[in-house]
Nanobody, 117 residues
Framework: QVQLVESGGGLVQAGGSLRLSCVAS????????MDWYRQAPAKQRELVAT???????NYADSVKGRFTISRDNDKNTIYLQMNSLKPEDTAVYCC???????????WGKGTLVTVSS
């Protein structure tokens, strides 16, 4: 079992920045990749960024060059630094961990990011 708790969401003006955090607890030694997803109202969930156990990263085209995912293994935490935010970035952002040989998915409850124009 892995528990994930996100924080850092809020209201920001377009062009601003936020940093999201996701703290993992439980069976953290079995965590493989970790991801940030987002879901806007009436839209499908979107994979925003991935970081592998070894630190390799991948991003959705919509956030490349603006968002940065990072990982602090000592703190069992991943981050999503979001710069140059746009109103279309408004969504609930959720952390996902893929765990064990079966890459079982664990999810946090999410944190709301609202970008005003």
């Amino acid at each position: 079992q892995v528990q994930l708790v996100e924080s850092g969401g809020g209201l920001v003006q377009a062009g601003g920045s936020l940093r999201l955090s996701c703290v993992a607890s439980g069976n953290i030694v079995s965590i493989n990749n970790m991801d940030w997803y987002r879901q806007a109202p009436a839209k499908q969930r979107e994979l925003v960024a991935t970081i592998t156990r070894g630190g390799n990263t991948n991003y959705a085209d919509s956030v490349k060059g603006r968002f940065t995912i990072s990982r602090d293994n000592d703190k069992n935490t991943i981050y999503l630094q979001m710069n140059s935010l746009k109103p279309e970035d408004t969504a609930v952002y959720c952390c996902n961990a893929r765990v064990g040989y079966g890459n079982i998915n664990y999810w946090g409850k999410g944190t709301l990011v609202t970008v005003s124009s």
